[in-house]
Nanobody
Framework: QLQLVESGGGWVQPGGSLTLSCVAS????????MGWFRQAPGKERETVSC??????ATYYTDSVKGRFTISRDNGTVYLQMNSLQVDDTAVYYC?????????????WGAGTLVTVSS
């Protein structure tokens, strides 16, 4: 069973940067789409960014375009977050699937909290 472990969350002031990491282990890493989702207090979970299994397509939600960058190195996926805003405060979840990027991906991490405040 594939397991995902996130790290890198924390507190940062508006305008600051954080890099989240997610390590996949315990299962096949072949043809694995990996992505990041987030859920802010009182809001529904949303897709932040996702990288398809072949790396041929990348998705970013509009609010993070130009500020966040997703990348992958084998079984580890990263989310570089720059120019963070208060509205980026949320629990960030790593997810993976052997098919594609979508809201119901098969494997999920426990989440890491990102707090942006002054």
């Amino acid at each position: 069973q594939l397991q995902l472990v996130e790290s890198g969350g924390g507190w940062v002031q508006p305008g600051g940067s954080l890099t989240l990491s997610c390590v996949a282990s315990g299962g096949s890493l072949d043809y694995l789409a990996m992505g990041w989702f987030r859920q802010a207090p009182g809001k529904e979970r949303e897709t932040v960014s996702c990288l398809t299994s072949m790396g041929d397509a990348t998705y970013y939600t509009d609010s993070v375009k130009g500020r966040f960058t997703i990348s992958r190195d084998n079984g580890t996926v990263y989310l570089q977050m720059n120019s963070l805003q208060v509205d980026d405060t949320a629990v960030y979840y790593c997810a993976a699937d052997h098919l594609t990027c979508y809201d119901g991906m098969n494997y999920w991490g426990a989440g890491t909290l990102v707090t942006v405040s002054s």
